[in-house]
Protein backbone atom coordinates (compact mmCIF):
# COMPACT_ATOMS: atom_id res chain seq x y z
CA UNK A 1 0.00 0.00 0.00
CA UNK A 2 1.63 3.52 -1.19
CA UNK A 3 1.22 6.72 0.70
CA UNK A 4 -1.08 8.26 -1.38
CA UNK A 5 -3.75 4.84 -0.67
CA UNK A 6 -3.07 5.75 3.27
CA UNK A 7 -3.93 9.29 2.66
CA UNK A 8 -6.50 8.28 0.79
CA UNK A 9 -8.29 6.23 3.34
CA UNK A 10 -8.25 9.06 5.47
CA UNK A 11 -9.79 11.43 3.73
CA UNK A 12 -12.74 9.09 2.92
CA UNK A 13 -12.70 8.94 6.76
CA UNK A 14 -13.63 12.55 6.67
CA UNK A 15 -15.78 11.91 4.05
CA UNK A 16 -17.87 9.19 7.05
CA UNK A 17 -16.68 6.00 4.83
CA UNK A 18 -16.84 3.17 7.58
CA UNK A 19 -15.18 0.70 4.87
CA UNK A 20 -12.01 3.32 5.03
CA UNK A 21 -12.05 3.27 8.52
CA UNK A 22 -11.85 -0.63 8.25
CA UNK A 23 -9.20 -0.78 5.70
CA UNK A 24 -6.91 1.31 7.26
CA UNK A 25 -7.22 -0.13 10.19
CA UNK A 26 -6.67 -3.32 8.47
CA UNK A 27 -3.19 -2.02 6.75
CA UNK A 28 -2.07 -0.20 9.48
CA UNK A 29 -3.38 -1.63 13.10
CA UNK A 30 0.13 -3.78 13.59
CA UNK A 31 2.74 -1.16 12.71
CA UNK A 32 1.00 1.60 14.73
CA UNK A 33 0.74 -0.81 17.82
CA UNK A 34 4.07 -1.96 17.29
CA UNK A 35 5.07 1.87 18.04
CA UNK A 36 2.60 1.99 20.61
CA UNK A 37 3.93 -1.07 22.65
CA UNK A 38 7.47 0.46 22.60
CA UNK A 39 6.71 3.30 23.84
CA UNK A 40 3.98 1.44 27.05
CA UNK A 41 5.37 -1.41 27.07
CA UNK A 42 2.26 -3.26 28.20
CA UNK A 43 0.04 -4.98 25.62
CA UNK A 44 -3.05 -4.49 26.62
CA UNK A 45 -2.50 -0.69 27.63
CA UNK A 46 -1.38 -0.65 23.82
CA UNK A 47 -3.90 -1.75 22.42
CA UNK A 48 -6.37 0.10 24.28
CA UNK A 49 -3.91 3.52 22.49
CA UNK A 50 -4.49 1.90 19.45
CA UNK A 51 -8.55 2.04 19.60
CA UNK A 52 -8.57 5.48 21.04
CA UNK A 53 -6.14 6.43 18.13
CA UNK A 54 -8.29 5.18 15.91
CA UNK A 55 -11.55 6.85 17.38
CA UNK A 56 -9.40 10.29 16.88
CA UNK A 57 -8.99 9.05 13.20
CA UNK A 58 -12.65 8.57 12.77
CA UNK A 59 -13.53 11.89 14.43
CA UNK A 60 -10.10 14.14 13.38
CA UNK A 61 -9.81 13.13 9.28
CA UNK A 62 -10.79 16.45 7.96
CA UNK A 63 -7.74 17.76 10.14
CA UNK A 64 -5.83 15.79 7.88
CA UNK A 65 -3.98 17.32 5.38
CA UNK A 66 -3.29 15.04 2.37
CA UNK A 67 -0.59 17.84 0.38
CA UNK A 68 1.07 18.72 3.30
CA UNK A 69 2.56 15.39 4.50
CA UNK A 70 2.00 11.52 4.76
CA UNK A 71 -0.92 9.31 6.19
CA UNK A 72 1.63 6.67 7.52
CA UNK A 73 3.13 10.04 9.45
CA UNK A 74 0.48 11.38 10.54
CA UNK A 75 -1.03 8.37 12.00
CA UNK A 76 2.08 7.38 12.89
CA UNK A 77 2.49 10.85 14.87
CA UNK A 78 -0.49 10.91 16.90
CA UNK A 79 -0.40 7.50 17.86
CA UNK A 80 3.00 8.24 19.13
CA UNK A 81 1.39 11.65 20.97
CA UNK A 82 -1.32 9.15 22.45
CA UNK A 83 1.28 6.79 23.66
CA UNK A 84 3.36 9.65 25.76
CA UNK A 85 0.80 11.22 27.04
CA UNK A 86 -0.30 7.65 28.51
CA UNK A 87 2.69 7.72 29.98
CA UNK A 88 3.26 10.88 31.63
CA UNK A 89 0.25 10.66 32.96
CA UNK A 90 1.04 7.17 34.40
CA UNK A 91 4.71 8.58 35.35
CA UNK A 92 2.54 11.58 37.36
CA UNK A 93 0.58 9.00 39.29
CA UNK A 94 3.75 7.16 40.19
CA UNK A 95 6.25 8.68 42.99
CA UNK A 96 9.57 9.65 41.81
CA UNK A 97 10.77 8.75 44.92
CA UNK A 98 10.40 4.81 43.69
CA UNK A 99 13.78 3.35 44.35
CA UNK A 100 13.55 2.29 40.92
CA UNK A 101 15.03 4.01 38.79
CA UNK A 102 14.08 4.30 34.58
CA UNK A 103 16.00 2.08 32.49
CA UNK A 104 18.78 4.29 30.33
CA UNK A 105 20.73 3.53 27.72
CA UNK A 106 20.65 -0.51 27.53
CA UNK A 107 17.16 -0.08 28.18
CA UNK A 108 16.99 2.61 24.58
CA UNK A 109 19.19 -0.12 22.79
CA UNK A 110 16.62 -2.71 23.28
CA UNK A 111 14.20 -0.86 22.27
CA UNK A 112 15.50 -0.07 18.96
CA UNK A 113 16.50 -3.02 18.32
CA UNK A 114 12.57 -3.95 18.40
CA UNK A 115 11.13 -0.83 16.93
CA UNK A 116 8.47 -1.09 14.19
CA UNK A 117 9.87 0.69 11.85
CA UNK A 118 13.54 -0.91 11.90
CA UNK A 119 16.65 1.12 11.47
CA UNK A 120 19.69 -0.70 9.81
CA UNK A 121 22.54 -2.51 12.42
CA UNK A 122 24.63 0.86 11.02
CA UNK A 123 22.27 3.47 12.22
CA UNK A 124 22.04 1.70 15.71
CA UNK A 125 25.67 1.52 16.31
CA UNK A 126 26.21 4.88 14.68
CA UNK A 127 23.58 5.91 17.57
CA UNK A 128 24.92 4.01 20.20
CA UNK A 129 28.33 5.63 19.74
CA UNK A 130 26.37 8.71 19.69
CA UNK A 131 24.82 8.62 22.57
CA UNK A 132 28.02 7.51 24.20
CA UNK A 133 29.85 10.51 23.29
CA UNK A 134 27.43 12.48 25.40
CA UNK A 135 28.08 13.60 29.24
CA UNK A 136 26.20 11.04 31.47
CA UNK A 137 23.98 13.45 32.71
CA UNK A 138 23.23 14.40 29.62
CA UNK A 139 22.68 11.23 28.02
CA UNK A 140 20.22 10.52 30.83
CA UNK A 141 18.36 14.00 30.55
CA UNK A 142 17.60 13.02 26.49
CA UNK A 143 16.74 9.41 27.16
CA UNK A 144 14.11 10.29 29.91
CA UNK A 145 12.69 13.11 27.67
CA UNK A 146 12.29 11.35 24.24
CA UNK A 147 12.26 7.67 25.37
CA UNK A 148 10.39 8.13 28.98
CA UNK A 149 8.64 11.68 27.53
CA UNK A 150 9.50 12.89 30.39
CA UNK A 151 8.70 17.41 30.21
CA UNK A 152 11.65 19.45 31.17
CA UNK A 153 10.03 20.69 34.52
CA UNK A 154 9.60 16.78 35.16
CA UNK A 155 13.54 16.18 34.03
CA UNK A 156 14.76 19.29 36.31
CA UNK A 157 12.75 17.84 39.41
CA UNK A 158 13.50 14.10 39.06
CA UNK A 159 17.37 15.38 38.30
CA UNK A 160 17.52 17.68 40.99
CA UNK A 161 18.84 20.27 38.43
CA UNK A 162 17.45 23.85 37.62
CA UNK A 163 15.23 24.30 34.62
CA UNK A 164 17.53 26.31 32.88
CA UNK A 165 20.49 24.06 33.13
CA UNK A 166 18.10 20.58 32.12
CA UNK A 167 16.86 22.37 28.76
CA UNK A 168 20.39 23.73 27.93
CA UNK A 169 21.51 20.18 28.51
CA UNK A 170 18.89 18.83 26.07
CA UNK A 171 19.69 21.00 23.52
CA UNK A 172 23.29 20.91 23.62
CA UNK A 173 22.74 16.91 23.79
CA UNK A 174 20.22 17.28 20.39
CA UNK A 175 22.49 19.14 18.52
CA UNK A 176 25.53 16.66 19.37
CA UNK A 177 23.76 14.26 18.40
CA UNK A 178 22.45 15.55 15.13
CA UNK A 179 26.10 16.62 14.19
CA UNK A 180 27.04 13.25 15.33
CA UNK A 181 24.74 11.53 13.22
CA UNK A 182 25.21 12.82 10.04
Known sequence: MTDANINQ???QCAQGK??????????ESSRLLGLIMAIVRNQAL?????HDLFVRVWTRADSFDAEGGNGQAWLSRM???LALNTQR????????STDQEMPELDAVLERLSHEPEPRSSRERHTLLDCLKQLDTEQRSAVVKAYVHGLTHSE???HLDKPLGTVKAWVQRSLIKLRECMS
Open 46 to 50: AEDIL
Open 155 to 157: LAS
Open 9 to 11: LIL
Open 18 to 27: RSALSELYHL
Open 89 to 96: YAYREASL
Open 79 to 81: ARN
